[in-house]
């Protein structure tokens, strides 16, 4: 897939710079200017924009979600306001900017198993504003990331997440970052991971949504049929009130099916899916997918 990303934008130093920008100009007014930003961005990039559209198409009707374009720009520069205005905070100062927390418990009875928990979340919201429920997990929370394209960056963001109290686990695509994350599920750590944009075609699910089908990683489901470690869906999303509000679903436990593993993975990747479908529809102008998703299948 291409990158999802500006790579002239995607450094540590404007990270920084825009973590000052947010301190500076207040809540409102970071997200003020972050709304302006995401709109101008979509109206001078029109592939990305042609992208969010195609994605679009297929959770909302074809023929009226130009506007759900546009606020998805604009929606994401609100969303990265916020995320600069947390790397300013505290743990105790960014609870302002969280209205609930739902469905924990389900996290904690898939921890009593003892076999780690994958956190499964998807690109809605401000997803890295999950770190805020480690302190209400009985074992560390984990988040995956694949390298990011500025060495820096990667030292930055660990650092932003590690405030909270979150570990951040680098992975490739070799055999060995398996080896490394199936290490850190057998010391029963809770550990997040991403579902909806999958980075090899070989490894997307194509799932039914209303208007077409959208691709899922079958990643979490292989990790989680290998080691035993049940799925939580989890979702981040925006509130009329301006806050987030975070939801844990109802864990699923992993168990193969007959011989046919390739079949059992796929089964339990659309059950995982369609988890998410109501979040992802409900919120369309939060979904965050700015590479066309027709790319990964």
């Known amino acids: 897939m291409k990158p999802h990303y500006s790579r002239t934008l995607y450094t540590a130093f404007w990270f920084e710079i825009g973590v000052k920008a947010a301190r500076l100009l207040g809540i409102r007014g970071a997200r003020w200017a972050g709304r302006l930003l995401g709109a101008a961005y979509a109206l001078t990039h029109p592939q990305s924009r042609a992208a969010v559209r195609s994605n679009l198409a297929l959770v909302c009707d074809p023929h009226c979600n130009n506007g759900v374009v546009g606020r998805t720009f604009r929606n994401f520069g609100a969303t990265l306001a916020d995320y600069c205005q947390l790397g300013g905070y505290s743990k105790a100062q960014a609870q302002v900017l969280l209205e609930n927390k739902l469905g924990l418990e389900h996290i904690n009875n898939a921890l009593a198993v003892g076999k780690g928990v994958l956190l499964v979340t998807i690109h809605t919201g401000l997803f890295e504003l999950g770190g805020l429920v480690a302190d209400d997990l009985a074992e560390p929370l984990v988040v995956l990331s694949l390298p990011e394209p500025d060495p820096a960056l990667n030292r930055w963001r660990a650092d932003y997440r590690r405030r909270w109290g979150v570990e951040t686990f680098e992975v490739g695509r070799d055999q060995f970052s398996f080896v490394g994350i199936t290490h850190q599920l057998a010391q029963n750590k809770c550990v997040a991971i991403l579902v909806d944009r999958p980075q090899r075609s070989a490894d997307a699910v194509p799932v039914d949504f209303p ?87």
């Open 211 to 297: 208007h077409g089908q959208v691709p899922f990683s079958s990643g979490p489901a292989w990790l989680s049929l290998l080691t035993g470690a049940p799925l939580v869906p989890t979702t981040i999303v925006a509130t009329a009130s301006g806050r987030y509000a975070i939801a844990a679903q109802p864990p699923l436990y992993p168990q193969w099916h007959g011989t046919d593993r390739a079949a059992t993975v796929r089964a339990l990747t659309i059950e995982l899916a369609n988890c998410f479908r109501a979040t992802i529809c409900e919120h369309p102008d939060q979904w965050y997918q700015f590479v066309p998703l027709s790319s990964s299948r």
